[in-house]
């Protein structure tokens, strides 16, 4: 069974620092890998898809980074904003998606 | 609608009684699925159908679940004999094909069920 875990849970920085989210996975056997935003009480908002034979993906102030063959994703968000601040979320999908716990960001103005 | 679609919004129940909960996916997606989500946690898989038959339904935890997609488009998620436990947002998903590499997911805003 794919096991996804997110580190650290919880990150708070002040505005205009860069963040880095944690993402591992258990079973390097996917399709692509998916960063998700999710606000408080709402749906998922899918950032950066990364398919399995991609290194990297980008997207404005958002790239994410694909090691499957040590089952690593990383997240980094440039120059913070408050705006930024919601729990995010990653998922490998193999058919269907595994999801980590997220990691909750709070960015400080 | 141009994205995922779920009704109600919200569903307060009783223990014991039955609950529908409905998905209108994306107008010629394919694939769609269903995820459960409890509080602090990320969302779990339950059900995904192509077309109108459960590809796999290996995530429901048992058989008061029950999932139905007739017409190959909406999605019912069916709870029989609700319990406590069973408080959690669930959460549709719909693609364009199943499986495909470069799909994405496209999720719905969720129903919030509460059991009492």
């Known amino acids: 069974k794919q096991e996804v875990t997110q580190i650290p849970a919880a990150l708070s920085v002040p505005e205009g620092e860069n963040l880095v989210l944690n993402c591992s996975f258990t079973d390097s056997a996917i399709y692509n890998l998916q960063w998700f935003r999710q606000d408080p009480g709402k749906g998922l908002t899918s950032l950066l898809l990364i398919q399995s034979s991609q290194r990297e993906q980008t997207s404005g102030r958002l790239n994410a980074s694909l090691d499957k063959s040590s089952g690593r994703s990383t997240l980094y968000i440039a120059a913070s904003q408050p705006g930024d601040s919601a729990t995010y979320l990653c998922?490998?999908?193999?058919?269907?998606?595994?999801f980590g716990a997220g990691t909750t960001v709070t960015v400080r103005a | 609608g141009a994205g995922v679609s779920q009704t109600p919004s919200n569903k307060v129940t009783e223990k014991g009684k039955y609950v529908e909960l409905r998905c209108d996916p994306i107008s010629g997606h394919t694939a769609l699925y269903w995820y459960r989500q409890s509080l602090g946690q990320g969302p779990e898989f339950l059900i995904y159908f192509q077309g109108t038959g459960a590809a796999d339904d290996s995530g429901l935890p048992n058989d008061r679940f029950f999932a139905v997609r007739p017409e190959g488009s909406v999605s019912t998620l069916k709870i029989q004999r609700t319990e406590r436990g069973d408080s959690a947002v669930y959460l549709c998903?719909?693609?364009?094909?199943?499986?495909?590499?470069?799909?994405?997911?496209?999720f719905g805003p969720g129903t919030r069920l509460t059991v009492l």
């Open positions: 998903a719909s693609s364009p094909t199943l499986g495909g590499i470069s799909d994405t997911q496209y």
């Open positions: 998922a490998v999908n193999d058919y269907k998606l595994s």
